[in-house]
């Protein structure tokens, strides 16, 4: 009978025999192999078995104690080195690999010790998973406290491998190891083989450049050998080399040459890469960049703006962001021409190609107010999407037609023309009533108002409105009603420019007939659009007031008729409130408008005159005046340089040789020079640094703890000093941490072992995803001699503020007041403090929330006893934070009022509530 290994075991199994040979069964079974049925099968499944059963003793291996509680190595480590030797000179590559790699996360320098031969003697191993896990087994040991005495030749043997080896991951894990076992060795390689490094893999690359990066900063006197590296590496056809060969440049040099260098790597990736991700980051990189260098990056501004040709709308706005703060008058044409080509794109599309209008009609828009010269190069080709359905995108189009009209003489009559002839096609409310300020506030000749009445009346239609006889059947009332369309009408609260409540109406079209056949006032004045109205009133009546102020050369007729024909208008605009279909009335604000409107029209004073067609413009002229110096001065601000101490070293660069050095050096030098005496030279400020240790445990503990927390965007840095009170040694302290809150532990630190009075430095990284409070807890574990159980010491919790999230930011007044009334998540707060200054309270709330007030100086002037202003914030993660502060100073003193907190998501807006509700505490 046939011998069969496999029957054998399962009879040694069923007599409950324990034993290698079933374990290796088990382990065939697991994996999915029936039985052998002939001796090839047999010895492949029997070696997949033996590696298999391998691992599973290093693993077992590698979670027992192996140290007693005296802290010596047990007795029977010395049968698992003997087991672990057996394993580096198996024949099977894979039985070894997994022991090197085992061998890596091994401390115990007893176990270690009679290893290092073995170890040594598969870097010359025929296979390069073998290699590879050798030279990382070998590095482990190296950076072990003691490591040097184990392999004292290790740089030399390394260098020699390294000569020698064609595998590109096990080259790499020895540059790696060389690095840290000799940097001038790894530089005295770099610079033998330069001319090979463009042909080196990119795993070997990133490593060369991490070698680059850490020498140049701890020995700047490096930097000439060392830059002309990774301006070699630049030219790499891997992307991932090219984009940390940027960001080394950046971190080491200032130089114009290096900047400009790595600008031109950032455009590259950003043409090349199609991953939006990537794009992103590399969006990220300019921006920040464009901070410190904006003149060397207006050289590249055509290069960052072919990234609009993307169809994601977030790189599309990050780029335009880029884009406007780098604009100057030599590149300002080049610019607009790109934005006219993308605004004639989108005259098609809906949806995301609308709101992609939208921002660069901001953009144009911007431009425009910067440098009024190119507003005639497009003024008049925005003035064609008035009419867009867009109704966001054709607003940002009136209100820059607008303030155009206002700083821009020259284009008054051209505008004036366009827009009347366009008027028509106008079918929001809102455009609507923009458009008919601005044709009631410039049209200044007869002609020009003659063509406006003409327009208006076209557009308002013949009247009346509606016309229904006591005697008329109801057959002709459902007659007239498809000639008349009616909207259904949605209210919900709106805010206004000074912060204030009030009603904002939504109209949404229920008529069945033909709207192309009803002129667009008409239409939306049946809505029941009454605000509307008194805009058109308030159009009408300064139209007629000008004809009036051209009396001398005009028949008494011809002005008697105008106005007799405005208060025929305005009084059917009011008697609208009559028609038994329309359901809503007018709202009380609109019919003193209309009816204040027919009072001037029958009496004319020439004082009256004055308030309504000079005053109002007197008005807004001053607001736009005020817009412009407060964005200078806010760009003043920003660009603002900071000087050094008067006894602070400086370098003359003129004063030295240039002898020996390439242009890079020099203009590095002179950089950093340039840095230190104005201040822009990287120094850590220590008291920042204080400002940020917190307290972890007693001083009664036997573990004294502290923490430095770093926060940097969406990253949290905790560097923890554990400090050993006690007497005796402490083995295996471990720092256990957890998160409450969108905050999440990336990796568990590992274990150490302090000697009495000995410290450490343990650091835990953790990612937060969302702008919300959240809290960190934990403890300190560790074992003693003098306790079997293991000793717990709880930390003070660590609470994370909301204020290093978010950071000052701007928006517009249309676009606060869209996100008001689009986000759903408000946090209604109630004042209460001691401050008796409703000024002091609010400068008092910004600087406490990290918050801008968009409200401008001028609009909280005044000592009325009311104030209400506007607050916005955004955070690292793109949120926009909403505040509105109403403040009202009441009879006995106090302040009064309510603080209105509105965001996209819960997180941030309870978040902000309890930080406002702790600071109105801390100032009574």
């Not at 382990?27 to 059963?53: F, M, Y």
């Not at 006995?892 to 998501?905: A, Q, V, W």
Request: net charge negative.
């Amino acid at each position: 009978m046939e011998y069969d290994p496999v029957r054998e075991r399962e009879t040694e199994k069923k007599e409950g025999k324990s034993c290698p040979a079933a374990f290796s069964e088990g382990s065939l079974r697991r994996t999915g192999c029936g039985k052998p049925t002939h001796a090839t099968s047999d010895t492949t499944q029997t070696r997949e078995a033996n590696r298999e059963n391998a691992t599973l003793r290093l693993k077992t291996q590698e979670i027992i104690e192996k140290k007693d509680s005296q802290g010596k190595l047990l007795p029977e480590m010395i049968l698992i080195c003997q087991n672990l030797r057996n394993n580096l000179q198996h024949p099977n590559e894979y039985v070894r690999g997994c022991t090197l790699k085992f061998l890596a996360r091994m401390t115990e320098l007893e176990i270690l010790e009679p290893l290092v031969p073995s170890v040594m003697a598969n870097l010359e191993h025929r296979h390069s998973y073998v290699r590879r896990n050798a030279v990382l087994a070998l590095d482990a040991m190296f950076k072990l406290e003691g490591g040097e005495n184990l392999l004292p030749d290790a740089s030399e043997m390394i260098e020699q491998f390294l000569v020698s080896e064609t595998d590109a991951g096990a080259r790499r894990n020895a540059l790696l190891m060389l690095m840290n076992a000799d940097e001038e060795r790894a530089i005295h390689f770099l610079l033998e083989n330069t001319e090979n490094i463009g042909n080196w893999g990119d795993i070997m690359q990133m490593v060369v450049l991490e070698l680059v990066r850490r020498v140049c900063r701890q020995k700047p006197s490096q930097k000439g050998r060392l830059m002309k590296i990774i301006i070699l590496l630049m030219n790499s056809s891997n992307a991932s080399v090219v984009y940390e060969c940027a960001n080394a440049l950046v971190a080491l040099s200032s130089a114009p040459t290096a900047i400009r260098a790595a600008a031109n790597c950032y455009c590259q990736l950003l043409s090349s890469q199609s991953d939006n991700n990537v794009k992103l980051i590399v969006l990220d990189r300019l921006n920040s960049l464009k901070e410190v260098h904006k003149d060397i990056m207006q050289d590249v501004i055509m290069d960052i703006l072919r990234a609009v040709s993307s169809p994601n709308l977030d790189i599309q706005k990050k780029t335009l962001d880029i884009t406007l703060d780098l604009v100057n008058v030599r590149n300002i044409d080049d610019v607009v021409s790109v934005l006219k080509k993308e605004v004639m794109k989108t005259q098609d599309g809906e949806g995301k190609a609308a709101e992609y209008r939208q921002l660069l009609v901001h953009a144009i828009h911007h431009c425009a107010l910067k440098f009024p010269d190119i507003a005639s190069n497009v003024i008049h080709l925005l003035m064609d999407f008035l009419g867009d359905a867009n109704t966001a995108s054709a607003l940002d189009v009136a209100f820059f037609v607008r303030e155009i009209a206002e700083t821009n003489e020259k284009l008054r009559p051209s505008i004036l023309d366009q827009l009347l002839n366009s008027f028509y096609q106008i079918r929001s409310s809102r455009v609507c009533a923009c458009a008919l300020w601005i044709i009631g506030e410039y049209c200044s000749s007869l002609k020009q108002i003659e063509s406006a009445l003409e327009t208006i009346q076209t557009s308002v239609g013949t009247l009346p409105f509606y016309q229904l006889a006591e005697h008329e059947s109801s057959e002709t009332v459902e007659d007239e009603q498809p000639t008349s369309p009616f909207h259904a009408v949605t209210s919900r609260p709106a805010i206004l420019a000074d912060g204030t409540y009030a009603t904002q109406s939504a109209v949404v079209e229920t008529v069945s007939g033909s709207e192309s056949t009803v002129p667009n006032l008409r239409s939306l004045l049946l809505a029941g659009d009454f605000f509307l109205g008194s805009v058109l009133a308030t159009c009408l009546t300064k139209l007629c007031l000008k004809m009036i102020q051209l009396g001398a050369s005009l028949p008494a007729s011809q002005i008697n008729r105008a106005v007799a024909e405005t208060m025929l208008y305005i009084v059917s605009v009011v008697r609208l409130d009559e028609i038994p279909e329309l359901k809503k009335s007018t709202d009380e604000d609109s019919f003193d408008r209309m009816l204040l409107c027919i009072k001037v029209l029958a009496n004319p004073e020439e004082k009256i005159r004055k308030i309504w067609l000079s005053d109002c413009r007197h008005s807004f002229s001053k607001m736009i005046e005020e817009k412009i110096v407060q964005e200078a001065t806010e760009q003043q601000e920003k660009e603002k340089e900071s000087f050094a101490q008067p006894d602070d070293l400086i370098d003359f660069r003129h004063l030295k040789t240039r002898r020996g050095m390439t242009q890079l050096e020099v203009e590095d030098e002179v950089a950093n020079d340039l840095g230190r005496a104005t201040g822009f030279a990287d120094a850590s400020s220590g008291e920042q640094k204080l400002d940020r240790i917190l307290q972890l445990t007693g001083f009664s503990d036997p573990v004294y703890a502290e923490a430095c927390v770093t926060v940097h965007q969406y990253d949290i840095v905790l560097d923890v000093t554990v400090l050993n009170r006690t007497n005796e040694t402490l083995q295996n302290i471990s720092l256990e941490l957890a998160t409450m809150g969108d905050l999440k532990l990336v990796e568990r630190p590992q274990s150490y072992t302090l000697a009495a009075g000995a410290q450490k430095c343990i650091r835990a990284n953790i990612k937060v995803s969302s702008t919300e409070t959240g809290v960190i807890f934990g403890n300190i574990t560790f074992d003693t001699s003098s306790s079997v159980d293991r000793t717990v010491v709880v930390l003070n919790d660590v609470h994370i503020d909301i204020m290093d999230y978010i950071s000052p930011a701007s928006c517009h007044d249309v676009a606060f007041r869209s996100m008001w009334a689009e986000f759903e998540w408000e946090n209604k707060v109630a004042v209460n403090t001691g401050m008796t200054d409703i000024h002091q309270f609010l400068d008092h709330l910004v600087s406490s929330t990290n918050m801008k007030c968009l409200t401008p100086p001028s609009a909280l002037e005044g000592n009325c006893g009311y104030l209400a202003a506007n607050l916005y914030a955004r955070s690292v993660f793109g949120e926009d934070a909403l505040v509105n502060v109403s403040l009202e100073k009441q009879s006995d003193g106090n302040i009064g009022g309510f603080i209105r907190i509105r965001s996209k998501t819960q997180g941030i807006a309870l978040s902000l509530g309890d930080k406002i509700t702790l600071r109105q505490k801390a100032s009574k």
